[in-house]
């Protein structure tokens, strides 16, 4: 082997050796840098999920709060429109009384009343108060009831009220503290069932 020959093979040999270290440490680096890439990826990935957690649970609580306003608005206009509705009902019903109080079923009723207050005073000294509105019923009443009637001064709307003195007993038959009495325990309930 001549001297060029034996150059050119160390040459050979050199760069083939050359080339596999700087094969060795382009790999190396590439392999550093993809360790760091995926190190990366994933701390993306995690920071990613956490904000998307993050506002997943931020969008949950407006839904929530807003759902929660929408039913309180619903609670209030629910409420807002049964207190009016209750309030024309009553009107109707007033007005009822009204008719009521107008029809020959009506005395009728005042002298069930005051015969029911003369049994349950069974003797005892009562007053027995009839409506203003009533007084023009006064004597017919007397008549029919046997009993001495007082008009009462203050408007009870119609019906009857009776104080047994002796007994510290008032007995009210009396239409506005019915009326008043059934407004205070009116709710409305359920709604419409559909099936």
């Not at 995926?38 to 759902?67: F, P, Y």
Request: hydrophobic share 40%; proline share 1%.
């Amino acid at each position: 082997m001549t001297i060029e020959e034996k150059i050119s093979h160390l040459q050979a040999a050199a760069m083939e050796e050359a080339r596999a270290e700087g094969n060795a440490i382009m790999k190396q680096h590439e392999d550093a840098l993809l360790g760091v890439f995926e190190q990366h990826r994933a701390e993306i990935l995690r920071q990613s999920e956490t904000r998307v957690k993050a506002e997943r649970v931020g969008a949950q609580q407006q839904l929530n709060m807003a759902m929660s306003k929408a039913q309180l608005e619903l609670k209030r206009e629910l409420s807002k429109t049964q207190k009016e509705l209750k309030k024309k009902l009553f009107e109707e019903v007033n007005e009822v009384v009204q008719e009521y109080m107008k029809t020959d079923e009506y005395p009728r009723l005042l002298i069930a009343y005051i015969e029911k207050a003369a049994r349950f005073a069974d003797g005892a000294s009562m007053t027995i108060y009839i409506n203003p509105t009533d007084e023009d019923k006064k004597k017919y009443l007397e008549e029919h009831t046997g009993m001495t009637l007082t008009v009462s001064k203050e408007d009870f709307v119609g019906g009857v009220r009776a104080v047994i003195h002796e007994k510290n007993v008032l007995i009210d038959h009396a239409f506005k503290g019915a009326i008043e009495s059934e407004y205070r325990k009116f709710v409305f309930k359920g709604g419409v069932q559909v099936g």
